[in-house]
């Protein structure tokens, strides 16, 4: 009897486990969604007093900031520069005006949900304020150029019997996804319309949207020379993309640029519009994959003034 009380009980544990493993697994599921959702790339603050808003012609300046990748594209001193600028180099003289962001500045992952983290810092001890003047105000303008990617992968119902007329069980509803929130990066696919054509063709009209605050720039400019002062007018608004189905073979997407698959933005939003061949009889849902490259362009600043010192 006892030995069959002990079994129960063991029994009893492992549907215990199993019930808190199953639900430990959906919450990891519903974490790992939201790292892949978010509006943001590089973030940048200027550290509370460095610089102070007033400081004297005799003091050192430092300028020091806070980066944190708050997307889920990874950052490195290969693809993210920093630029200072604003200031009179006269002066303000030995300061620094470009520096790599960070080696590396991880995105986020689910064995970092908050993305990387690091420091950087801007200094001179050389403030050549002129005579003839008691005081000077002066902006530091801190600009960012770094290369970022977004990825989405909404799942669409593909409906090959759609108009078919008659009693069919469906496996799905084609119908318009909207990918609210955001895919972890400035720029993202905000919605997703599908269009049956046929029996064998399905059409997607993709929206995307700059949703950063700050400004896109064609992945063919560099983030080293050409970003922030010598961007050609024609690559702003630029995002180049990927779009990928399985179970359906690409006939073409549209824009193009200049023969690639590239598309513009115009008041911060851009359309992608593809068609795919099918195959099959029968509904189904499917991801698809799109992809977005591009270079993004962010600024904060900060005013000081620049006191002589007396005597």
Known sequence: MKKIHLILFVL???VICGCRRQTGTDAE???SKDIYKGTKGLEMRFIKDMPMSKIYDTSDLTVLLELENKGTYDLSGTN??????GF????????????????????KSPLNP????STQQFSTDIIDLPDYLDSLNQ????????EYQTKASPVVCIDPNLYEIGPIE????????STAGGQGAPVAVS???VEMVGKDKVAFDIKISNVGGGTVIGPGASVFTDCPYQVDPKDYNIVRYGVDMSGGTKIRCTPEIEGSEKTRFVNNKGTIYCTFDISGDSAYTTPLRITLYYNYMDSISKDIEIIKTPG
């Open 12 to 14: 009893a544990l492992l």
């Open 29 to 31: 599921q519903e974490f």
């Open 80 to 85: 993210c520069r920093l630029y200072l600028s």
């Open 88 to 107: 009179d180099d006269k002066i303000i003289r030995g300061l620094d005006k470009t520096k790599i962001c960070s080696s590396f500045l991880e995105g």
């Open 114 to 117: 908050e993305g990387g983290y």
């Open 139 to 146: 902006r530091l303008l801190l600009t960012a150029c770094y």
């Open 170 to 177: 469906r496996g799905c509803t084609v119908k318009d996804v």
């Open 191 to 193: 919605g997703v319309n």
